[in-house]
């Protein structure tokens, strides 16, 4: 694929989804989790012109799909060319931003009373679905049905660890969770994943101590893989991730709907 969002993309869900390529576009789905909007999606690799050709062809491929998801393999694709073509539809989107580090990564302490792990217990992996929870309620998302979607999500990035695709990594004062990510690599690429710290541990550095644990993990395994993360640049996660010294590398677009 010709965005490293998109490929990498694919890359963290390695083992869990099943691609379909045509000429003018990819199917990706993700049996075990339908309700995965971005497991589930189908990314074109033309600029829109019609969205309701779009949106019909998206529910000739995945019919049983109780939401739309459309991306495109286009770095770079102007927003407001995508959100002209989408007016009125209902349909939200997106720009997404990933960001490169290309040089040496800025090393950040842990802090003091804390330590760093890989995820080893049930228990981990329940905390780190209740922050999720939480992070995506407050950005809008249905409660309905996020616990089993969140469920299944751990289920499955156990199974990509157990089989040597990616590592999960949590930073814990005594034996609480208070942020985690994933990082999951291949000889070419290295993408962090699922970034998220629990609200009442915010701004001790927490991510950038992460950052830099799951970094030396992949980079012992894929010397000369690429890192990359995908973050709005001018969020306050993209700026904490461009101190590190990552730097926007292309930008996608995505337009979604969600289940009804």
Known sequence: MKSLEFATDLLVQAGQTDITHYDDRIVQTTPDEPNFWFGNRVIFSDPPTDAALLIAQFHRDLPAARHVCIGWDIPDLPLEEVTRVFEGTGLRVEQGDTLALRGALRRAPVPE?????????????????????????????????????????????????????????????????????????????????????????????????LLCACLDWARSRAPKALPVIVAQADSDAGRLYRRAGFELAETTISAYRPSR
């Open 113 to 209: 009373g804390a330590w760093i792990r890989s995820f080893s217990s049930p228990s981990d992996w329940r905390q780190s679905a209740a922050i999720a929870k939480v992070h995506h309620m407050k950005d809008g998302l249905p409660e309905a049905e996020l616990e089993t979607y969140l469920h299944n999500k751990s289920i499955s990035r156990q199974a990509q660890i157990a089989n040597g695709l990616g590592q999960w990594y949590g930073l814990f004062y005594g034996n609480r969770l208070a942020g985690d990510m994933g990082i999951f690599h291949d000889d070419r690429l290295i993408r962090y994943q699922s970034v998220q710290t629990h609200e009442a541990f915010r701004r001790r550095g927490i991510c950038a101590a």
